[in-house]
C-alpha cells in the first residue's frame, strides 16, 4: 500500500518537519514577571555590582591564554563575579555558588558555563557526523541527554549549538558545525536549543543555549582559523544568517560572538551584527558574551589601541559579557564615570544577564543535588543510533559489504582501530576514553560470535613516519579474507578550534600502509575517521569500499560492527562536499553558476582543444566534488521517480501574499532485498532574476523507512519562505522567475520539473 508524506515548509523557524512550531523555551524572553525582577533588582545594584554581572573568568581547563587571575572566591563573595566557566561537578559548583549567593550582598547567582558540544559524559559523534543523520528528532535527543547530564554536575549554560556555515574543508572548526548548507544548518541549530532549553528554561535539567559563533568565522580567508572575513551583505543574509535567526526563533538564551574581523570590523565589536540585525531586527532579548579574550583581541586587529579602548567598542556594538579578557573588569567603571560608556548601556547588558539567570530559575534553585555521576543506558542505546545513523556510506562496489563473518578471517588494521581516546572527537567536555567500546574490541567479539576470526595490526601511527608496522600488517591482510582499514586524522591535533590545514589527504604515512596493504589483493573496507571532508582520489580509484565514519562517540564499535556486519543499513549523507583537490576549496553545492559554465562531460579529461579550455574549469582537475553534498548509499537500491508539481505557474505576487504555494512530489521506491532509510531531498533553481541564484538550493529533506519492495509517495510544498530571496534592491521577497524542482537523492541526481513563476 502506498503512502502519502506531505512536508509544509513554511520558513526558517517552521523548517520541514523538524521545526514544526516555536519553542516553548521562548517565553522566558516576554515574561512579565521576569522583568519586573529585572529592574527591582537592576534599582539596587551599585555600578561596580552591574560590572560584576558582565565579568565571566575561566576557573578550570583553558581554552586559550587565560588573565592567570585565581580571586574567583573573593569576587563571588563581593558580587563582582557574574559566571565561571569550566568548573563542573555539584560539590564544586555549589561551594562556589554558595558564596555568591550567601555572602554578596544582592545574592545573585553565578553562571556555570562549559563547551558541551556534543555530549557531557556520554558522547556523541561528532556535530558534523551528527549533521549527516540529517535527523533534527535525534540531535534534539542527544542534546537533552547532554543537558540533564550537564545540568546535575551544575553547569547550566553551554557554548553550543555552533551554527557557523562551513564552505572550506581546510578549517578545522568545520568539524563542530552542521557544514555547507543554510537549510538543513538552521533546522539542525533549532533541534540543538530546543534539546537543551527543553520546554522550559527553568527545568532544573535545562541548560542555556549559546549560539555561535556570531556571525561569518566559517568563512575565515584561506580556512586558517581566527582570520579575517569578507562577506557581501546579501550572501551574508542568504547564508550566514539564517542558521542563527532559526535560533532565535527556537529561544535560544545566549549568543557568543566571533573571533573574526567581518568586513573589516570584528565580530565582537560589530554593531551591524550584534545591534542592528540581532536585537532590532530579530528582537533578540537574551545576552551576547564575548569568545575567549576575543574582545582583548581587539587589539592586535587594529581596532583598538588599548584595554579601555577595546571594552568599551565591544559593549557599546553590543556585546554583554566578557568572557576571560580582564578589560570590563577593569575599565567599564572608569569608563561610565567619564561617560565614555553610558550607564544606560552597562544597565542594558544587565538586565539581559539577569532576565537569562531568572528564566533559568536560578535565584530559586541555586544549587545542585549532588547525584551519581555515570552514564545512563537508555543514552549509551541512543549515542548508539547516532553514530549508526551519522556513517556515510561513499563506496560500495561488489557489495563487500556489509561483511559475511561467518567463519572468515578478518584483519583489522590501522591506528584508528582501537584508540578509545581518538573516538571522543574534539571538545568532548568530560567525555571519558574508558567509557568508549573501540572498534577492535566490538568487531572482535561480534566476528567470534559468527565463527569467525580477527586480526589485529596496528600498522603506523596516526601521524607516523616510521613503516616498522608495516610487515605485521601486510602479514595480518595476507592470513585474512577480507580487510577493515582503519584510517583518519588526529582528534585534537587535526581537527577542532586551531585545526586548520592546508592538506586534506591522510596524515603521516597512512597512504602509503594503505597502498602497502592493497598491494595484497585483497578486499579493503576503508573506514575514514576525520573532522572533514578528505582527499580520497587514490581510495576512490582502487578500494572497493569506503565508509565516513566521522568521529563516533563512546559507541563507535558496537555501531560500526552493526553496520560492517549488516546488523544495519548505512543511511548517513553528507552535509559537506568532498574535494578530488585541496586546490578546489572552497567547495560547495550552492554555487553561482558562470557565463562559461563547464558540462560535467567535459570535465573528465584535461582540455585539450581550445574550444575546451576557455570555460570555467581547471586545466588539471575536474570541478565537479569526488562526493557530492547530500550523497550517500545504502545496502538496498533506491529509485526516484521524475519530480511532479501540482501547477505548471504559480504567481510570485500571491506567494508573496501567502495565497499561493506549489505542491511537488515524487515516488520513491526499494528495489533492493534489504529495508533501508532514505534521505528524501528536495532542491530548486530559479532563473531571470534580479540577482544571480544558486545552481540548486535545499528546501526540504525527509527521512523514510522502506521495506525491500516498498514505494512511498513524498510530497513537498513551496511557499514564501522557500521561494524568497535578497533581491537587487535588498528586499526579502518572491520574484517572477523560471523555478526547477527536484526531488532527488542528492544536490546532483534528480529528473526535475519545470514552474513558471509569474508576476
Not at 169 to 189: F, K, N, T
Not at 259 to 268: I, K, M, T, Y
Not at 554 to 582: E, K
Not at 725 to 740: R, S
Request: aromatic share 8%.
Amino acid at each position: 500500500m502506498m503512502r502519502t508524506i506531505r512536508v509544509v515548509l513554511c520558513g526558517l523557524t517552521l523548517i520541514s518537519f523538524a521545526i514544526a512550531q516555536p519553542s516553548p523555551s521562548l517565553s522566558w524572553s516576554n515574561d512579565p514577571q521576569i522583568e519586573s525582577r529585572v529592574e527591582q533588582l537592576l534599582q539596587q545594584m551599585t555600578l561596580d555590582e552591574k560590572v560584576g554581572q558582565l565579568v565571566q573568568y575561566s576557573a578550570g581547563a583553558p581554552t586559550g591564554p587565560g588573565t592567570g587571575r585565581t580571586d574567583y572566591k573573593e569576587l563571588a563573595a563581593k558580587g563582582t563575579l557574574g559566571s565561571l566557566i569550566n568548573l563542573t561537578g555539584a560539590a564544586e559548583t555549589n561551594a562556589m555558588q554558595k558564596l555568591a549567593v550567601e555572602k554578596s550582598r544582592l545574592h545573585i547567582p553565578l553562571i556555570f558555563g562549559l563547551d558541551i558540544i556534543h555530549g557531557y559524559r556520554t558522547t556523541f559523534p561528532v556535530p558534523l557526523a551528527l549533521s549527516a543523520t540529517w535527523d533534527p528528532g535525534l540531535v534534539e535527543r542527544a542534546s537533552r541527554v547532554a543537558a540533564q547530564e550537564g545540568s546535575r554536575a551544575g553547569v547550566r549554560w553551554t557554548f553550543s549549538p555552533m551554527v557557523d556555515i562551513a564552505r572550506d574543508a581546510r578549517w578545522g572548526r568545520i568539524v563542530e558545525g552542521a557544514g555547507e548548507d543554510p537549510y538543513l544548518g538552521s533546522a539542525l541549530a533549532a533541534a540543538y536549543v530546543r534539546g537543551y532549553q527543553g520546554a522550559k528554561l527553568s527545568d532544573p535539567e535545562s541548560i542555556a543555549a549559546c549560539s555561535k559563533h556570531f556571525v561569518g568565522y566559517g568563512a575565515a580567508e584561506g580556512g586558517r582559523d581566527y582570520n579575517t572575513a569578507e562577506i557581501p551583505v546579501r550572501l551574508l543574509r542568504q547564508v550566514y544568517l539564517p542558521p542563527f535567526q532559526a535560533t532565535v526563533d527556537a529561544g535560544s538564551a545566549t549568543f557568543m560572538s566571533a573571533f573574526e574581523s567581518l568586513n573589516e570590523v570584528p565580530a565582537s565589536a560589530n554593531s551591524f551584527t550584534l545591534t542592528q540585525v540581532l536585537r532590532k531586527e530579530w528582537g533578540f532579548k537574551g545576552f551576547v558574551v564575548s569568545d575567549w579574550n576575543s574582545i582583548g583581541e581587539l587589539i592586535p586587529q587594529g581596532l583598538a589601541n588599548s584595554g579601555a579602548v577595546a571594552a568599551g567598542k565591544a559593549i557599546l556594538a553590543g556585546v554583554d559579557m566578557d568572557m576571560e579578557a580582564n578589560l570590563y573588569s577593569q575599565y567599564l567603571s572608569g569608563l561610565a564615570k567619564t561617560g565614555a560608556v553610558p550607564e544606560s548601556v552597562i544597565d542594558e547588558s544587565v538586565r539581559r544577564v539577569l532576565r537569562v539567570k531568572f528564566a533559568l530559575g536560578l535565584f530559586e534553585r541555586p544549587y545542585t543535588d549532588v547525584k551519581p555521576d555515570g552514564i545512563a543506558p537508555e543514552a549509551l542505546e541512543l549515542a548508539r543510533q547516532a553514530a549508526e545513523e551519522s556513517f556515510v556510506l561513499l563506496k560500495n562496489d561488489g557489495g563487500v559489504l556489509p561483511l559475511k563473518a561467518n567463519g572468515k578471517t578478518v584483519a583489522l588494521i590501522g591506528p584508528l582501530a582501537d584508540d578509545s581516546g581518538q573516538m571522543l572527537g574534539s571538545w568532548a567536555a568530560k567525555g571519558n576514553p574508558k567509557d568508549v567500546v573501540t572498534l577492535r574490541s566490538a568487531l572482535t567479539r561480534q566476528v567470534e560470535t559468527a565463527q569467525g576470526h580477527v586480526i589485529y595490526a596496528r600498522g603506523t601511527d596516526i601521524l607516523g613516519a616510521s613503516d616498522a608496522g608495516f610487515s605485521d600488517a601486510v602479514g595480518a591482510a595476507k592470513k585474512s579474507d577480507i580487510v577493515v582499514l582503519a584510517l583518519g586524522e588526529d582528534a585534537q591535533w587535526m581537527t577542532g578550534e586551531a585545526g586548520s590545514r592546508a592538506h586534506l589527504d591522510l596524515p603521516g604515512n597512512q597512504q602509503q600502509l594503505l597502498e602497502a596493504v592493497a598491494s595484497t589483493g585483497k578486499p579493503i573496507v576503508l573506514l575514514v575517521f576525520s573532522g572533514r571532508p578528505l582527499v580520497l582520489n587514490w581510495a576512490a580509484q582502487h578500494v572497493p569500499a569506503i565508509l565516513e565514519a566521522w568521529f563516533p562517540g563512546v559507541q563507535a564499535g558496537p555501531a560500526l560492527a552493526n553496520v560492517l556486519l549488516g546488523a544495519s543499513s548505512p543511511s548517513g549523507r553528507l552535509t559537506v562536499s568532498f574535494p578530488r583537490a585541496v586546490g578546489q576549496e572552497p567547495l560547495y553545492y550552492n554555487h553561482f553558476n558562470t557565463g562559461r559554465p563547464a558540462d560535467a562531460a567535459d570535465l573528465t579529461r584535461p582540455p585539450k582543444a581550445n574550444k575546451e579550455k576557455f570555460l570555467s574549469r581547471y586545466v588539471d582537475e575536474q570541478n565537479s566534488p569526488l562526493y557530492p553534498f547530500g550523497f550517500g548509499l545504502t545496502y538496498s537500491t533506491i529509485g526516484y521517480s521524475p519530480t511532479s508539481a501540482s501547477s505548471s505557474s504559480v504567481s510570485a505576487k500571491e506567494l508573496n501574499e501567502g495565497t499561493a504555494k506549489l505542491t511537488v512530489t515524487a515516488e520513491v521506491k526499494n528495489s533492493g532485498g534489504r529495508s533501508a532509510d532514505e534521505v528524501v531531498q528536495l532542491y530548486i533553481r530559479q532563473t531571470g532574476t534580479s540577482v544571480v541564484r544558486p545552481v540548486r538550493e535545499l528546501k526540504g529533506f525527509r527521512r523514510v523507512t522502506l521495506a525491500p519492495g516498498q514505494s512511498q509517495k513524498v510530497e513537498f510544498t513551496l511557499g514564501r519562505e522557500e521561494l524568497k530571496f535578497w533581491n537587487i534592491d535588498m528586499k526579502d521577497v518572491v520574484e517572477p522567475a523560471q523555478l526547477t524542482v527536484w526531488v532527488a537523492p542528492d544536490s546532483t541526481q534528480g529528473m526535475p520539473v519545470q514552474v513558471s513563476v509569474g508576476q
